[in-house]
Nanobody
Framework: QVQLVESGGGLVQPGGSLRLSCAASGTIFSITLMAWYRQAPGKQRELVAAITSGGVINYADSVKGRFTITRDNAKNAVYLQMNSLKPEDTAVYYC????????WGQGTQVTVSP
């Protein structure tokens, strides 16, 4: 079992930046992919960015060029650097890990508002 704990959410003005962190513990050796998802009110959860254990990265079209996902294997952590934030980026952001089974963090709120 993998446990995930996110941090770094908050309130930011449009155009601002935030950095989300996700710390993994448990059977981390089994993790092959880590990702960030988000869910806005009234909308389905969507993939934001993903990174495999081999370093292959994928982004949602809506965040390409603004968000960067990185992974620190030594610290068992994944990060999401979010720049040029827009009001439509407002959502609860969830960390995800694929290992022996799927694991989700508890979520962290990101609010982009003047």
């Amino acid at each position: 079992q993998v446990q995930l704990v996110e941090s770094g959410g908050g309130l930011v003005q449009p155009g601002g930046s935030l950095r989300l962190s996700c710390a993994a513990s448990g059977t981390i050796f089994s993790i092959t992919l880590m990702a960030w998802y988000r869910q806005a009110p009234g909308k389905q959860r969507e993939l934001v960015a993903a990174i495999t254990s081999g370093g292959v990265i994928n982004y949602a079209d809506s965040v390409k060029g603004r968000f960067t996902i990185t992974r620190d294997n030594a610290k068992n952590a994944v990060y999401l650097q979010m720049n040029s934030l827009k009001p439509e980026d407002t959502a609860v952001y969830y960390c995800y890990a694929l290992g022996l089974r799927e694991s989700w963090g508890q979520g962290t709120q990101v609010t982009v508002s003047p």
